[in-house]
């Protein structure tokens, strides 16, 4: 069984949630950073994708929704995972997911994760302080990662019934 984990990642939160799913997704995982890692990865040979972003004013990374919207139809006849790391939290961070990962995907789902998020403020770029500051009142790192969900999306992922 061969999991690939495609994901981006500004400051390094949705990175560690990705660690996590790496060491405790069954069988065979690839974790490729769409932005970063120049690593060529053939779609066809996995059995199962997660696909993972984070949320910047309200929007998941655009390398996420170019995949999902390149590769929409291969992903529906695969085992999907997705998941969000955001510091919303309710109704909001929910509206944020629906937002970010098309209807047909989620439906199609087998496990759909909120993995909380964090404010790391000593990674952020000036502007990025600014908007922190004024908008969420935030001058200092805060984790809100939240361990019991991301176990939770494992759990389910691993459990989902596998043809053969
Ligand atoms: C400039 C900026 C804007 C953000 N905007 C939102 C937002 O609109 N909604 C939200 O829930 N979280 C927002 N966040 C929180 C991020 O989603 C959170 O920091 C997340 O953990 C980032 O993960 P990453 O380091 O993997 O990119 C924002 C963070 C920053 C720095």
Known sequence: MKTLIVYCSSHGTTEKAVGLLSENIAGDVLAVDLKRDKIFFNLQEYDAVIIGGSIHAGEIQRR??????????????????????????????????????????????????LFGGEFLVSKMNFFERQVVKKVDGVVTDQSNLDIASIMEFVTRFNSRKVLV
């Open 64 to 113: 996420i929704k170019q995949f999902m919207r390149k590769h929409l139809e291969e992903l529906l006849d695969k085992d999907v995972g997705l998941f969000l790391c955001c510091m919303r939290d309710g109704e909001i961070a929910i509206e944020q997911f629906n937002h970010s990962f098309p209807l047909e995907l989620r439906k199609n789902a087998v496990a759909l994760g």
